[in-house]
């Protein structure tokens, strides 16, 4: 069925009856127009991570004395930060298709099981804390505009990047990779619920949070680390 509407013409006015032809109308015009926002979306969102991975390293290399990586170093970061972006957009896309199947859980609280962390968690195996560091912080910037702009999350892959490079300092068996995610777990727990009661969402909303970012921390962390 083809609804044709010509430029200029008035689908709607003030205080008419919505029918359902309008809202016919709303969802060709909508999906005509989502492809191109799409692709505007997808080369902002580049155009913003490469911004920001070009700043931190050239304040690294400028002021960081400890930051001097060889190319196969640079090489190891770039596939790393991709590999955690690509890594996210899977993770969002399973939260999504969980949220539907089980509409109880809101697809916030699922997100928290995407192990962001593990890119820093290699990177301070291989490389000096500075690196970890600037790389948590690249990483847990992007997770924030995976998650569809939401500072919170930025926050919480960010802090939780930055507890995984830490912990896992020192750390080179099976065993100390999962201490060291049982910690970043814990830490988990503690920013999600921090970040509900700050948002003002329930009890139960913040506890099915709480317990997929401590899942996502202790268990799927570690298990992607040794993968």
């Known amino acids: 069925v083809v609804v044709p509407v ?40 580049g155009a913003l991570v490469a911004l920001m991975v070009v700043l931190l390293w050239r304040f690294a290399r400028r002021n960081l004395r400890r930051f001097r990586p060889a190319r196969r170093d640079a090489v190891l970061l770039a596939a790393l930060l991709v590999g955690t972006f690509a890594l996210g957009s899977v993770g969002f896309a399973v939260a999504d298709a969980l949220q539907e199947r089980f509409p109880a859980f809101a697809p916030p609280s ?15 195996q291989v490389m000096t804390a500075e690196t970890a560091l600037l790389f948590a912080l690249a990483a847990g910037l992007g997770a924030g505009l995976l998650a569809g702009q939401s500072i919170s999350f930025a926050l919480y892959a960010t802090l939780t990047s930055l507890a995984a490079a830490g912990l896992v300092s020192g750390s080179r068996d ?29 009890l139960r909303e913040i506890s099915v949070a709480a317990l997929a970012a401590f899942v996502g921390g202790a268990l799927l962390l570690p298990v992607a680390v040794v993968g």
């Open 110 to 124: 699922l997100q928290y099981l995407v192990p962001f962390a593990a890119g820093a968690m290699l990177v301070r």
């Open 6 to 45: 010509k430029r200029g013409e008035k689908i709607i006015g003030d205080g008419e009856r919505i029918e359902k032809r309008h809202l016919a109308v709303f969802d060709g015009m909508r999906a005509q127009r989502r492809g191109e926002e799409l692709v505007r979306v997808r080369v902002g969102g």
């Open 174 to 202: 099976r065993a100390g990779l999962f201490r060291a995610g049982a910690w970043v777990g814990a830490v988990a727990l503690a920013l999600a619920v921090t970040i509900g009661l700050h948002a003002g969402r329930g």
